[in-house]
């Protein structure tokens, strides 16, 4: 591995922790595959990190921004209801996906890990300040119409949430119950009787 900078090194590490907890598991990522990716010897990533869980978490906190920032940058150029949508719509993708089981493992740790359960957490409250913003915006434009006085945006931006995420949970465990289709056409009625959206 070639001269870099503390930081520079540190952001590689991340880089090749990432890739390999994209094709290999988020359990998976030890240091001897990370090290392994990288070309490096692993005295350099124990420097950085001081255990395997403390670079699983890292790992998963730069996954989560930059997860989220491609999402937010897919969208931006969308009307508030269909960024809504395609935020919090995950009917089209797999439960085999990389990026999906990277995130379902990560959560199945979280459980256990508390450290790695306050990252979770982050990027929960991460994704709920996007759906608000994107709601306000909706509300300043015309698209959605909102009574303040009886509930707040960001409690209908949990439930929003949860519907998205209960949804295709069910969907990812068995199709019979819950087709990827439908819990789309769930999530659309949710927004449109969530926040009094009329689709021309």
């Not at 590689?12 to 990432?18: M, P, R, S, V, Y």
């Not at 935020?87 to 993708?93: I, N």
């Not at 913003?133 to 439930?159: L, M, N, P, T, Y």
Request: hydrophobic residues 40%.
């Amino acid at each position: 591995m070639s001269y870099m900078a503390k930081d520079e090194r540190r952001s590689a590490i991340l880089d090749a922790a990432i890739k390999v907890a994209l094709r290999d598991g988020f359990m998976n990522v030890t240091t001897r595959k990370v090290s392994t990716e990288l070309g490096a010897a692993t005295g350099i990533i124990h420097h950085h990190f001081s255990s395997t869980s403390e670079l699983r978490r890292e790992v998963f906190r730069q996954f989560t921004l930059q997860d989220h920032r491609a999402i937010c940058e897919q969208i931006a150029e969308l009307a508030p209801p269909e960024q809504l949508f395609q935020l919090l719509d995950y009917s089209t993708s797999s439960p085999n996906d990389p990026v999906n089981k990277l995130w379902n493992d990560a959560w199945a740790e979280a459980v256990r890990d508390k450290d790695l359960g306050e990252i979770y957490s982050d990027s929960m409250l991460m994704l709920h300040r996007e759906v608000v913003g994107i709601i306000e915006s909706g509300c300043q434009g015309g698209f959605f119409h909102h009574d303040i006085q009886q509930e707040s945006i960001e409690v209908k931006a949990w439930r929003l949430m949860s519907i998205s995420f209960g949804t295709i949970t069910i969907s990812y465990i068995n199709p019979s119950i819950m087709q990827p289709v439908s819990a789309a056409e769930l999530l659309r009625n949710s927004i449109r009787h969530e926040l009094g959206y009329q689709p021309d």
